[in-house]
T-cell receptor, first 109, second 115 residues
């Protein structure tokens, strides 16, 4: 199915910097999710958002469910080398799951 | 550990051959999804099963087929393999049904190399 629009496609940052990535869609979703894929591994769920406007944190990660239900962002504060990987957003509505193309994050020590 | 088990982890085969990838979902999950991830690409949805029945179909080629068995494990069959089928194949599971929240739990993937 149609992928979500996720940006940026890739990021190269210095350790300690903050990171922001976002996802937009032409359709509304009742759930937004963010996954991280480490090299050679399967994606792992980081944060799930269930309500428009919801802001949720998980350690150094903060994600928000856009008020229009058509977008979401993920922030990572004070990045560390193990934050390296691909971050995928996903929208879910009535058994329809759509993934973004991913943001590839590289963190330089 | 997500609780989703995929076998084999790695598979090397030749063009024209047929392979079967296996997935055991998390205990209690009724829904199984299959995704294909080519090198440096995103996750391409192939197919979903819920409690033994096909629930949704994505960009799955006619050469590919899947099923979910009564014990809820699933198999993805890939036949007449081509070089372009080389990819990571992920299985994911979720609770499924009316209580489904969209949270998927992924296995570690099966890396298929077609030579």
């Amino acid at each position: 199915g149609q992928q979500l629009n996720q940006s940026p496609q890739s990021m190269f940052i210095q350790e300690g910097e903050d990171v922001s990535m976002n996802c937009t869609s032409s359709s509304i979703f009742n759930t937004w999710l963010w996954y991280k894929q480490d090299p050679g591994e399967g994606p792992v769920l980081l944060i799930a958002l269930y309500k428009a406007g919801e802001l949720t944190s998980n350690g150094r990660l903060t994600a928000q469910f856009g008020i229009t239900r058509k977008d979401s962002f993920l922030n990572i504060s004070a990045s560390i080398p193990s934050d390296v990987g691909i971050y995928f957003c996903a929208g879910y509505e009535n058994n329809d799951m759509r993934f973004g193309a991913g943001t590839r994050l590289t963190v330089k020590p | 550990d997500s609780g989703v088990t995929q076998t084999p982890k790695h598979l090397i085969t030749a063009t024209g051959q047929r392979v079967t990838l296996r997935c055991s979902p998390r205990s209690g999950d009724l829904s199984v999804y299959w995704y294909q991830q080519s090198l440096d690409q995103g996750l391409q949805f192939l197919i979903q099963y819920y409690n033994g029945e096909e629930r949704a179909k994505g960009n799955i080629l006619e050469r590919f087929s899947a099923q979910q068995f009564p014990d809820l494990h699933s198999e993805l069959n890939l036949s007449s393999l081509e070089l372009g089928d080389s990819a990571l194949y992920f299985c994911a599971s979720s609770v499924g049904g009316g209580t489904n929240t969209g949270e998927l739990f992924f296995g570690e993937g099966s890396r298929l190399t077609v030579l």
